[in-house]
């Protein structure tokens, strides 16, 4: 069973590209309201499950340069 993290993360990639990035700004804003110290503790558990997810064969690393090939190829 998915967790609600999961599940309301599908939801959420479902908006539309506007609803997602003004989400986004509002989330990333409310990060500024965390210490230093607890925006670093953030990072780092998240950075180890990813590298997690990756170990574990759940997800396929991209490399950069694919990644930034893709997001120019929006831009235009």
Do not use: N, Y
Request: net charge negative.
């Amino acid at each position: 069973m998915p967790h609600k993290l999961e599940t309301l993360e599908a939801q959420l990639l479902r908006l539309p590209g506007e609803e997602r990035a003004r989400l986004a700004r509002t989330l990333l804003l409310s990060l500024d309201e965390e210490s230093d110290e607890e925006t670093e503790r953030i990072w780092a558990a998240e950075a180890e499950r990813r590298f997690q997810e990756i170990q574990r064969g759940e997800v396929t690393p991209i490399p950069s340069e694919e990644v930034f090939r893709e997001a120019r190829s929006r831009l235009r």
